[in-house]
């Protein structure tokens, strides 16, 4: 093993060229330090079409953060988009919303660009998987009136409803 001088002298080294290494990286280009952020894949823009055209009556929808806002006081003069229209959105991939004055709902836009979004949502929303969310329905319970589980509707055991 080492003696306590050779140790003593161990440590020394290494602390001075820590401190040097340290100096020279801070001194050296302080811009690279501060760019560290997401990684490539999660700062790409992907193509991802919206399609509200099966509504009827028309309306307007947003996905706050990216589109013009749907909540103003005159929607005739708003810059909303209209849902007789197909919209290509750039998106990078994370969490967003899709919003309309009777239905909203989440939907993810994954690392390759692809959609995703609650099961729950099948009966009114298509696309899981690809880059075009087709928006179906103006309300979230579409069929016969009658919510679907994903708002805590249960059915008893002899079919009617908890609710």
């Known amino acids: 093993m080492y003696s306590s001088s050779q140790r003593e002298f161990i440590r020394r080294r290494v602390f001075l060229w820590s401190l040097a290494l340290t100096c020279a990286v801070l001194t050296g280009n302080p811009e690279r330090l501060l760019a560290a952020g997401p990684p490539p894949a999660y700062s790409k823009e992907h ?22 806002p749907l909540w103003v006081l005159d929607p005739e003069t708003s810059d909303a988009y209209r849902t007789t229209e197909t919209r290509e959105l750039k998106l990078k991939p994370g969490q967003y ?15 390759d660009g692809r ?16 880059q075009t969310l087709v928006v179906r329905c103006k309300r979230t319970y579409p069929h016969g009136g009658q919510r679907d589980a994903y708002y805590g509707n249960s059915e008893v055991s002899d079919g009617t409803s908890t609710r």
């Open 97 to 111: 919303k899709f919003i309309s004055f009777t239905f909203d709902f989440p939907f993810t836009v994954g690392l």
């Open 47 to 68: 193509t991802i079409t919206i399609d509200p055209t099966p509504l009827v009556p028309q309306s307007w929808w947003q996905v706050p953060g990216v589109t013009p």
């Open 115 to 130: 959609l995703e979004y609650s099961k729950s949502l099948d009966q009114c929303v298509e696309g899981r998987g690809t």
